[in-house]
């Protein structure tokens, strides 16, 4: 994929090994460089249990700002030899410049509009639109979840994600609006992806039910090293 589909650290990461995790929005890692133990922003809340095991290698990046309670924050870790994001921001900055660039195959002959786009009571990550006056609301969500090279989505329950493809089945039976769901699989090694039944089987009737009714659901792989991630290759969803 193009440089579109890529997304480049700004800075070098610092290797270090996980301790343990206080709470969903803060770990506690030691610096391979210095053995220092420091406390790190982990910009993903969910569970990760199969990731963030003790003395798994993560990788940091520095940041230096004043209101900040840690310098810290947690970029990737690596888990049975596959690196995997732990930051949620970056499937839609990576599917939004993908977008703007007309570099997805599931969405040929669409274009971006806009973002964070408010149709009725929610707001959606894109809207797209085509020649015709079409309109497209894009849903993204971000994978890490992996078992025997199958990903699941949720980790945890998600009663906004729930909801989030319910209203897409409304809007899609409406004609109103196409819909779609695009799941960001933030490693590699996945070769198709399911709903987490066991963990939120909500979600995954709603899933169900959301492709029986019209919704397009997508998923893609991401490639990681310590320098950058990059929107990867499409896999299968089995609903």
Known sequence: ?????????????????????????????RLEATGEEV?????????????????TVVWLRYVDQAKRRTKWSAVMAETGGVLVSLDTTYPNALIEKCLK???????????????EAQVGGSRWDFLLENE???????EVKSVTMSVDETAYF??????????????LTKWQKTGEYQTAVLFVIQREDPKELKPAVQIDPAFSR???????GG???YART???SPAQIELNTRVPVVV
């Not at 206080?22 to 890692?29: A, E, G, H, Q, Y």
């Open 39 to 55: 406390e790190v922003h982990l910009p993903d809340p969910g569970r990760l249990r199969e990731i963030l095991q003790p003395e």
């Open 1 to 29: 994929m193009s440089d579109a589909g890529v997304l480049r650290f700004e800075q070098s990461l610092s290797c270090a090994r996980f301790l343990h995790r206080p709470n969903r929005f803060m770990l506690v890692c």
């Open 101 to 115: 660039s007309e570099l997805l195959e599931e969405f040929a002959g669409w274009h971006f509009a806009r973002r």
């Open 215 to 217: 919704v397009k659901i």
């Open 132 to 138: 015709h006056g079409d309109k497209l609301l894009l």
């Open 206 to 212: 709603a899933l169900t039910e959301a492709a029986e």
């Open 222 to 224: 991401c490639r990681l």
């Open 154 to 167: 949720p980790d945890a329950v998600t009663a906004r994600g729930t909801k989030h493809v319910e209203e």
